[in-house]
């Protein structure tokens, strides 16, 4: 398989990079955990692109159970069937349905698994998928066969650091932190979501949004995502670039803030420094 790059549409870091090609060489997952809104996901999905693999993605929920990822057996269906008389009851097969390992396992290409934020459901839930992603195999207790990866699937599992994971799941992944981007490598991501953009425009807006993200007792610090979030609003709106340069300190709350401010503690606090900022000029 061809080595992992950076992306016409993704910017990966020489540290990522390794990361991705690591895991893949030595056969194990790869755990990527970061800040929400810095490309957990996004990965994955370029990592399929750049092999051309499928991609197979399971969103884990707070109620998502491992046995899910593999297959449920719908008795009420079938007993259902059975009171109607439908000849479908006879192959309990038929009220198998597959899970997304049990996709990945059977899949014609070996794909890209995508498991996407396990430390949302129960701490019980990766220490259960631990047999099937060492062996990549697991039984059928209804039908008494076993499902057998030909080929071992990439996995990415992500993590936003809600939780602790366990120490026996850790041990079988290949581990990789995604730092928050600096200065040159956010540049390097705004270039390629908007190629050709006024680098003033870009300047002054990586300078406003490092100035909120180092504001002390944000709640929540505004993301990548949510950059250029912003300055798709910026360009849509035609903001001058003297609102930006210009900014009045009076007026904390940065244009257009709705896209980097997500909860009404973190713009309360934006508007105490305005109103700081406007006592304190007072003569």
Not at 164 to 170: G, K, S, Y
């Amino acid at each position: 398989m061809k080595r992992f790059e950076s992306t016409d549409t993704y910017v990966a870091t020489d540290d990522l990079k390794v990361a991705v090609n690591a895991a893949v060489r030595l056969r194990r997952p790869l755990l990527v955990k970061g800040e929400p809104g810095t490309g957990k996901t996004v990965l994955a999905h370029e990592i399929a692109a750049a092999i051309g693999a499928p991609l197979i993605e399971w969103t884990v929920k707070s109620t998502t159970k491992a046995a899910q990822g593999l297959y449920e057996y719908d008795a009420v269906a079938r007993l259902r069937d059975g009171q109607l008389g439908d000849p479908r009851v006879h192959d309990i097969a038929n009220y198998i349905r597959r899970g997304k390992l049990w996709e990945a396992f059977t899949h014609p290409t070996p794909p890209v698994l995508l498991i996407d934020e396990v430390d949302k459901a129960d701490i019980e839930f990766p220490n259960d998928l631990l047999h099937e992603l060492d062996r990549m195999e697991f039984h059928v207790y209804e039908t008494g066969e076993t499902v057998r990866a030909a080929e071992r699937p990439i996995v990415v599992i992500t993590s936003n650091n809600e939780k602790d994971l366990p120490d026996a799941f850790l041990r079988r992944c290949f581990f990789h932190y995604i730092r928050f981007p600096d200065r040159e490598t956010m540049q390097a991501i705004v270039d390629v979501h908007f190629p050709g953009i006024q680098k003033l425009l870009v300047g002054r807006a990586l300078d406003l949004f490092y100035e909120v993200r180092e504001v002390p007792g944000l709640k929540k610090k505004p993301s990548t995502s949510e950059l250029i979030d912003w300055l798709k609003l910026l360009l849509h709106e035609d903001m001058p670039l003297e609102v930006l340069q210009n900014r009045d300190p009076t007026k904390a709350i940065p244009p257009l803030h709705g896209a980097l401010l997500k909860n009404e503690q973190d713009v309360m606090l934006f508007e105490r420094l305005a109103f700081m900022a406007r006592r304190q000029g007072r003569p």
